[in-house]
């Protein structure tokens, strides 16, 4: 039995091709998966961020101008946090809302947010929810000096209980749907 040289060389360059290939194969794999991953964190980041700045476009609206109070309410696609945030430097000082919205089941994270020197949001620290309620009230001082813009969940009650006839009344004309006035059951299970 004669053995040839040449079909072992040519058994051990097939073996060696079909390892190089794997082996590259895997690498553009790892490489094409890595990217797509930055580009989808990249793309929540800027989205966040967009709904940030969007958020101050739709503050404007809230001006009550001669108004007592204005109610709106904000939708967003996905369930989303609204971070508030003050900082106190300057004149007045200003406010900073950061947005953070799940994707795939984790909360993207943000660090642009949208600065407002010159409006007065009043929220906790974190706001969850798909939809939220914003209404405004005028702050006055013998004189209009800004407006007062109060950010809430839809998700959470607020109850008043045994409220001063005026409040009542002004929180009653608001017919904001999730501040409730009298309201046992509220009482018993929402924000006091």
């Not at 953070?100 to 089941?105: A, E, N, R, T, V």
Request: hydrophobic content about 40%; glycine content about 6%; overall charge neutral.
């Amino acid at each position: 039995m004669t053995i040839n040289k040449n079909s072992k060389k040519a058994q051990l360059q097939v073996s060696f091709a079909w390892i190089f290939a794997i082996i590259v194969g895997a690498f553009i794999l790892f490489i094409a998966i890595y990217s797509a991953t930055k580009v989808v964190k990249t793309g929540e980041t800027a989205t966040s961020a967009k709904t940030g700045k969007e958020i101050s476009a739709l503050l404007n609206p809230l001006e009550t101008g001669f108004e007592t109070g204005v109610v709106t309410s904000l939708t967003m696609p996905v369930e989303t946090r609204v971070y508030n945030r003050c900082d106190s430097l300057g004149n007045f000082g200003s406010q900073t809302i950061e947005i953070s919205q799940k994707s795939f089941d984790k909360w993207t994270e943000t660090s642009d947010g949208a600065v407002f020197p010159n409006k007065y949001i009043f929220s906790g620290n974190v706001e969850e929810g798909k939809n939220f309620i914003l209404f405004s009230k005028p702050f006055d001082l013998s004189f209009k000096v800004s407006d007062l813009i109060y950010l809430t969940s839809a998700k959470e009650k607020y109850c008043f209980f045994k409220a001063p006839k005026d409040i009542k009344e002004e929180l009653e004309n608001l017919g904001q749907e999730n501040i409730l006035v009298e309201d046992v059951e509220c009482f018993r299970n929402g924000i006091r």
